[in-house]
């Protein structure tokens, strides 16, 4: 009985084997210059192309785009967040928060911001969601050619772990007011 149960499991692995190589033989696929590739070739190629894409995506870690947003950024930073347009707009941006001995500091680097109207500015926030708080991080500045937005204090604010730039009316009123971008900052 024993052998004929081993029997049956090694033709059904065989009959496996037999069934996977057939389909896989059987597969065509385009590759880039539109020709037609089949069977075991056509494994060989799309492996091939995906080699050189891995290659092409290690060449552009060492570009950085980081580095182009906050070029002269004091990181490497405890939290990250990457920023987002929620306005409709095309800005983006990059935040980076640390605590240390030194205390608590925050730096946001912002990319194709509207312009503004007279009587307007942009501020940074971090906001803690339970129990919540938000907390003014100040008006965003050009500086080296960047607007950029820092911000320090000696209170550990970790735990203010969501970034939001807003436009603000400079009418006086200390609330948030239209957000431009927002962002999770994540160790």
């Not at 500086?143 to 939001?164: A, C, I, P, R």
């Amino acid at each position: 009985m024993k052998k004929i149960i081993t029997l049956f499991i090694v033709s059904l692995l065989v009959l496996s084997g037999c069934s996977w190589f057939s389909s896989k033989k059987d597969i065509e696929t385009e590759v880039e210059d539109n020709t037609y590739v089949e069977g075991l070739e056509a494994l060989d190629e799309l492996e091939k192309m995906l080699e050189e894409k891995e290659e092409d995506d290690d060449d552009d870690d060492d570009d950085d785009d980081d580095d182009e947003i906050m070029p002269d950024s004091p990181g490497p930073f405890d939290y990250n967040a990457v920023l987002e347009d929620v306005s409709g707009g095309t800005a983006s941006g990059i935040a980076g928060a640390s605590y240390n001995e030194e205390g608590y500091y925050i730096y946001a680097a912002f990319e194709n911001l509207p312009e503004l109207e007279d009587d307007y500015f942009y501020e940074g926030w971090v906001v803690r969601n339970s129990p919540l708080s938000v907390l003014s991080t100040g008006k965003v500045i050009t500086q080296g050619g960047k607007d950029v937005n820092e911000f320090t204090s000696q209170d550990n604010l970790t735990d203010h772990d969501f970034y939001v730039l807003t436009l603000e009316p400079d009418d006086g009123d200390p609330a948030p007011a239209a957000h431009i971008l927002e962002g999770t900052l994540l160790p």
